[in-house]
């Protein structure tokens, strides 16, 4: 039986919150002929959507994929990238069931597949790609010149001015503080309709020194699931309160680059190259605060808006934060 990927937990909340529920538990062999079962089993946070953060199980998936990892010796392999598609949303009461299959083990390169799977239907497939550490050159992107997170204001502030639940509930849940450049678009859309946004993030508590590099890096695909998603929103002249919209991730890639430290500030550098079809496309450059360029990321997701014909105002808008009933809940899900 494969042991699971250690991740310490946090001391604070909510950060630790996250930090246990990418704890995974073994599934044990189905027979004493099985030596190894690579399967692991989790729960779910709670989301006032009803449905499974898409961050959470991309994250998960992650940490199952590397448990099946052996260091050789040269020490780890680092995860390097993760592609990813979402199937179905999952539901946040019942156990998320980890499959993964061992692909390779080359001499440099490890690739495992990861199915997450509900009631025995796949909600997610993800291919993970792990590295030995190796010499090569170095070139990156600079990182552009921005105001720094001290000089803005906090999403945390945000949520504590509005007298809703489900600003409550993110104020109260939100493992990670977001501090955007431009206008955020919690409450209404950008007065600027671009495609284009800059912010900062980084971990509400401290992960233990003890956390290795590789949950590090699922603690940034954890986070980066919220807000890829808002530069195709900006480009629409779109928020998070706009009535009866609909918003889920269909895939995700990530490369990782550099050492990832989730409790340090990061900029992610963001545009949205295009939107048609009711599908949107986002990527984010990501930057530790020395200006390292640690990660990359592309995301495709659905974006749908109603019709000038719609006129049910209730609608599917259930990820917004809307001010006008008790409706709504977390501003993305996967």
């Known amino acids: 039986m494969t042991s699971p990927y250690p991740v310490p937990p946090a001391a604070e909340e909510p950060l630790g919150s996250v ?25 779910s946070l709670p989301q006032l959507s009803g449905r ?42 019942e156990p998320i069931r980890f499959e993964v ?8 390169f490890t690739q495992r597949r990861t ?18 550490t190796q010499p090569g050159t170095a070139v990156q992107l ?24 489900v600003a409550k509930f993110l104020g109260r849940t939100a493992a990670f503080d977001l501090r955007h450049v431009e206008d955020n678009l919690y409450l209404r859309p950008a007065a600027e309709r671009s495609g284009r946004q800059h912010l900062w993030a980084r971990a509400r508590g401290t992960v233990p020194s003890s956390a290795s590099q590789t949950v590090h890096r699922a603690l940034l695909a954890y986070m980066c699931d919220q807000i890829m998603l808002e530069p195709a929103l900006r480009s629409q002249g779109l928020c998070w309160q706009t009535p009866q919209m609909s918003l889920a991730t269909l895939d ?21 190259p295009t939107s048609q079809g009711g599908r949107a496309m986002a990527r984010a450059e990501v930057f530790s605060s020395t200006g390292q360029l640690v990660s990359t990321i592309a995301q495709e997701g659905m974006i749908r808006t109603p019709g ?14 809307r001010l006008d009933d008790g409706a709504g809940a977390d501003p993305h899900v996967g």
């Open 52 to 93: 499974v953060y898409g961050g959470q199980v991309v994250a998960q998936g992650l940490l199952a994929a590397a448990a099946t990892v052996v260091p050789d010796e040269d020490g780890p392999r680092l995860p390097h990238s993760v592609h990813a598609s979402f199937m179905r949303g999952g539901q946040p009461d």
């Open 142 to 165: 600079e990182a552009p010149e921005v105001p720094g997170p001290e000089e803005l204001r906090s999403a945390l502030e945000i949520f504590r001015t509005i007298n809703h639940p």
């Open 101 to 108: 299959e061992r692909l390779r083990d080359g001499r440099s």
């Open 252 to 272: 995700h890639a990530q490369w990782f680059h550099r050492d990832v430290d989730v409790n340090d500030w990061l900029l992610f550098v963001q545009d949205s």
């Open 19 to 43: 930090t246990r529920v990418l704890a995974l538990s073994p599934v044990p062999a189905a027979s004493e002929d099985q030596e190894r079962a690579d399967a692991f089993t989790a729960g």
């Open 308 to 321: 000038p014909e719609a006129t049910d105002q209730a609608g599917h808008g259930r990820w917004a934060i």
């Open 115 to 132: 199915t997450a799977l509900q009631q025995g239907k796949a909600i997610l497939s993800m291919i993970t790609s792990f590295q030995e």
